[in-house]
């Protein structure tokens, strides 16, 4: 079946710091890949997506590149900004069976210092 | 900006009382979800919904669950008899339209259920 694993949080940051949150996903078609992000308060919003091998997808100075070979979708950003504290999610929406539903991880909570 | 809405934000219940999550879906939304995530776990799949029917769902979605939307606004997610192991934050979302290439859906903020 399909399954998208995160790395634990929570990821602890200075402002300005270096972000890589990981993800790896099993799926049995081509899925696409997405990142969402939830903000303290507010639902699940979509951040940024790739629907094929070597897509970067971007958004607000985060990006994430669809790996097929190694099946990862790992979540950067040069320069984080306290802001930028939420819980970011990984998700996959895989066609196989004719489903679309997407499948997310557990999430992973970015705290941002200033 | 068109949100999705839910209430309560957060309930508690005794065990084996029924429950009504309600949601405000967008409303040109045409799919209704809802999730759930226990604390610490992954956010489950757990209906879609599509035309007044359910177009999905997941085992988890079992005859304790149903969903329906009684007034062409509202969605609901109702518990028969709350267990224990159904304390969760339950989510849910809309989207315009179900494909390959849109996978986005906008959540609401949730719901805390905790049943004691």
């Known amino acids: 079946g399909n399954s998208v694993t995160q790395m634990e949080g929570p990821v602890t940051l200075s402002e300005e710091a270096f972000l890589t949150i990981n993800c790896t996903y099993t799926a049995t078609g081509y899925p696409s890949l997405f990142w969402y992000v939830q903000y303290p308060g507010e639902g699940l919003q979509l951040l940024l997506k790739a629907t094929k091998a070597d897509d970067k997808g971007s958004n607000k100075g985060f990006e994430a590149t669809y790996r097929k070979e190694t099946t990862s979708f790992h979540l950067e950003k040069g320069s984080v900004q306290v802001s930028d504290s939420a819980v970011y999610f990984c998700a996959l929406s895989d066609t196989t069976g004719g489903s679309y539903i997407p499948t997310f991880g557990r999430g992973t909570s970015l705290i941002v210092h200033p | 900006e068109p949100e999705v809405t839910q209430t309560p934000s957060h309930q508690v219940t005794q065990m084996g009382q029924e429950v009504i999550l309600r949601c405000v879906p967008i409303s040109n939304h045409l799919y209704f979800y809802w999730y759930r995530q226990i604390l610490g776990q992954k956010v489950e799949f757990l209906v879609s919904f599509y035309n007044n029917e359910i177009s999905e769902k997941s085992e988890i979605f079992d005859d304790q669950f149903s969903v329906e939307r009684p007034d062409g606004s509202n969605f609901t997610l109702k518990i028969r008899s709350t267990k224990l192991e159904d304390s969760a934050m339950y989510f849910c979302?809309?989207?315009?339209?179900?494909?390959?290439?849109?996978?986005?859906?906008?959540f609401g903020e949730g719901s805390r259920l905790t049943v004691l």
């Open positions: 979302a809309s989207s315009e339209a179900l494909g390959r290439n849109t996978g986005e859906l906008f």
